[in-house]
């Protein structure tokens, strides 16, 4: 099958199947495999019946049953797969209303992509968009008309609710800004977004040091979050449960929680650097010099560690990555990166606190349930060392003498959301040997914790595949040896176009 979607002509053609046999031994075979360009940088979504905290989780049983199952298991498991909304899908016109490019191109696009197997659409719903003008004035006349669109085509949707910036991700190809208010506030003070050691800040996410802070015309962040999920749960009711199956809260830069200490898009960072913490601006300043008193350490609230290189060192001679009496190790370390890392964990608990209360009243019925999500990084870089230096700068205090994931799977547990992460299609033997990554072991011990926390984990892509070997290693990491045991488990796997 064929179309043409944006001017750029793809084929579809991704039937897989597993072999009744090999399944047995838990070697996969592959069949009749195409992937092609329109589906990039995506994610895939192993999932299975669990309980987290108290929220009951709907079985794939309870979601249609039709051609968008196009993956099969031994035990006759469907994996559906969604279609990620390309990042220059809209476009503001000369008034500055937002627009769906191409319209008839998607329309038909997403009937071919229905015809194909394809069970529904990942849509980034962007706060610089809804909100875009003034607070409070949300137009939400974009999503209404895309997802009309894709609940007419027969799909159902991931949505993604966006309170980050694209612009220096994009590569051109139709950013999305934070609100132009919010923007107009940064240009007066510049320290509502986060800040490394040397002053220098982006605006793709505001510092969580204004979680609590009514800065925003009067709100907090966490207020501003908050109103724009009610708008949101509000104007789509009708869809929840039935169309909009999932829900992702985002939680800092790409959506993901962390700080953004690699800054791959404004020059600043580039792979494998180590990069840099981010607590500079002055309200985590304020609150760094408060968890020092309270430790009787005031000196220890002055700044960041200063031996902590820059955003592309390498760990070798870097003395607080190291062992030596100044390291992470230090009384020091252990305080700044448990203030720095808990931080990080109290924000995201706050934000999904009230995400799923919002949500709340829609998980006691079957037909309305909607699957809360949370997405962190994947830092895979530098994990075969003992200090784990790039996890450590993003915020997840991993060392190899500590779990930093262990923390931050409990509180998205207590929520009732899924625990979103990369690296399904890695290998190690893929990564440069000289800097030491470890994608799998990285994802061996998201598994390993979530799996203790009884969580449904989601997973994605982190590069793009159109090899057999990648799609056999996602495969394998959607595939859980209980498989043959309980039958409730269920596979999603989600593609992304970029």
């Not at 195409?34 to 999932?47: A, E, Q, W």
């Not at 709907?58 to 469907?78: H, N, P, V």
């Amino acid at each position: 099958m064929a179309c043409k979607c944006g001017g750029c002509y793809y084929t579809l053609n991704a039937k897989v199947s597993f072999d009744r046999d090999s399944m047995k031994n838990r070697n996969f075979l592959l069949r009749n495999v195409s992937v092609i360009r329109m589906f990039t940088n995506g994610f895939f979504r192993s999932k299975w019946r669990s309980v987290a905290g108290n929220r009951r989780i709907i079985s794939m049983d309870a979601r249609e049953k039709s051609r968008s199952t196009i993956l099969e298991s031994s035990k006759d498991k469907r994996v559906p797969i969604f279609v990620m909304m390309p990042v220059d899908a809209f476009s503001f016109d000369a008034s500055g209303r937002p627009r769906i490019r191409k319209i008839k191109a998607l329309t038909v696009s997403l009937k071919a992509l229905k015809l194909a197997g394809v069970h529904g659409i990942g849509v980034e719903v962007w706060w610089g968009i809804v909100e875009r003008s003034s607070p409070f004035d949300y137009s939400w006349s974009l999503y209404e008309e895309l997802f009309k669109l894709i609940s007419d085509s027969g799909l159902k949707l991931h949505v993604a609710l966006s309170f980050h910036s694209n612009i220096h991700s994009s590569n051109g190809k139709g950013g999305v800004s934070l609100p132009l208010w919010i923007l107009e506030i940064g240009d007066v003070n510049k320290d509502i977004y986060y800040r490394d050691q040397h002053g220098f800040s982006n605006n793709d996410y505001l510092t969580l040091g204004v979680d609590q802070v009514p800065l925003l015309s009067g709100r907090t962040a966490l207020q501003c979050y908050e109103d724009f999920m009610v708008s949101f749960v509000d104007k789509f009711e009708s869809y929840i449960g039935s169309v909009i199956e999932e829900i992702s809260i985002g939680l800092g830069p790409s959506g993901e929680l962390r700080y953004p200490a690699h800054p791959f898009g404004d020059g600043r960072w580039k792979f494998p650097g180590i990069g840099e913490f981010q607590c500079y601006d002055k309200y985590m300043m304020k609150d760094l010099k408060m968890a020092a008193c309270r430790e009787r350490k005031p000196q220890w609230g002055d700044r960041g560690p200063q031996n902590a290189g820059c955003y592309n060192s390498l760990p070798s001679g870097v003395p607080f990555f190291e062992e030596g009496q100044e390291s992470f190790l230090s009384d020091y370390g252990r305080f700044f990166l448990e203030w720095y890392s808990g931080r990080l964990i109290c924000h995201a608990d706050a934000i999904l606190a009230k995400a799923a209360k919002i949500l709340n009243k829609y998980q006691e019925n079957e037909q309305t349930s909607v699957m809360l999500v949370a997405k962190i990084g994947g830092i895979y870089w530098w994990y075969q060392t003992i200090s784990h230096p790039a996890e450590l700068t993003a915020g997840y205090y991993n060392t190899a003498l500590r779990d930093g994931y262990d923390p931050v799977v409990s509180v998205f547990s207590r929520h009732g959301a899924a625990l979103h992460i990369p690296c399904l299609d890695m290998m190690d033997s893929e990564t440069p040997p000289t800097y030491l990554c470890s994608p799998e072991g990285l994802l061996k011990q998201i598994q390993s914790v979530s799996k203790k926390r009884i969580i449904k984990l989601i997973g994605r892509n982190t590069t793009e595949r159109h090899d057999k070997s990648g799609l056999r290693r996602i495969h394998s990491n959607c595939y859980n040896r209980q498989t043959e045991v309980i039958d409730e488990q269920r596979f999603v796997i989600y593609h992304f176009l970029s």
